[in-house]
């Protein structure tokens, strides 16, 4: 079983930044990718970026490409999502989510084996 704990989340106004992290404990062995999502009120959770688990392979959806920089610390165990420029539509729960997805299925949902709580993200105009 892995643990994650998301937390940076918070209030900005739009153009700022926020840097969220997610802190990984129990088996975390290597191997594991790691995925950001996020779901805003009534809409489906969706992709928002994936690192593997050497941070050699990245990718971000194309409405914070950009804007957004996936990292990870595996020596820590935490990996990091940092957010500049942030516009109202980034208003969501932000979640960390840690699997073994395929190049084919990184960005769906049901890839994913573990998933952090959640931390809001609110930007306001």
């Known amino acids: 079983q892995v643990q994650l704990v998301d937390s940076g989340g918070g209030l900005v106004q739009a153009g700022n930044s926020l840097r969220l992290s997610c802190a990984a404990s129990g088996r975390t062995s290597s191997g594991y990718a790691t995925g950001w999502f996020r779901q805003a009120p009534g809409k489906e959770r969706e992709f928002v970026a994936y690192?593997?688990?050497?941070?050699?392979?990245?990718l971000y959806a194309d409405s914070v490409k950009g804007r957004f920089t996936i990292s990870r610390d595996n020596a820590k165990n935490m990996v990091y999502l940092q957010m500049n420029s942030l516009k109202p539509e980034d208003t969501a729960v932000y979640y960390c989510t840690w699997g073994r997805p395929s190049v084919a299925t990184m960005k769906a949902v049901r890839s994913y084996d573990y998933w952090g709580q959640g931390t809001q993200v609110t930007v306001s105009s």
């Open positions: 690192i593997n688990w050497s941070g050699g392979y990245i």
